[in-house]
Nanobody, 123 residues
């Protein structure tokens, strides 16, 4: 059973940058995709970034493309989300998640979840 712990959330102004980190521990094996999701009040949890097990490819929805960057360090079992040009609509609880696959962008494949970290962007 894998455990994921996020850190780095906070309160920022529109236009600011913020970085999130998530450490993976426990038994998940060597090959797993990682993703960042977010959930705003009254909205469904959705994917904002995903990265393949070896970092060879990444996915971003149009809402964050060009502003968010996902990366991972497998030696440290850590995934990062660099967020720039933040907007009030980016306000949400951000979750990292792991899928026991080499690559996926399907939420249903993400089996392990962190507890979430709040990101609030003020206008």
């Amino acid at each position: 059973q894998a455990q994921l712990v996020e850190s780095g959330g906070g309160f920022v102004q529109a236009g600011d940058s913020l970085s999130l980190s998530c450490v993976v521990s426990g038994g998940i094996g060597r090959i797993y995709a990682l993703g960042w999701f977010r959930e705003a009040p009254g909205k469904e949890r959705g994917l904002v970034a995903a990265i393949a097990w070896n970092g060879s490819k990444a996915f971003y929805p149009d809402s964050v493309k060009g502003r968010f960057t996902i990366s991972r360090d497998n030696a440290k079992r850590t995934v990062y989300l660099q967020m720039t040009s933040l907007r009030p609509e980016d306000t949400a609880v951000y979750y990292c998640a792991a899928a026991p696959l080499s690559w996926t962008i399907r939420k249903i494949d993400y089996r392990y979840w962190g507890q979430g970290t709040q990101v609030t962007v003020s206008s």
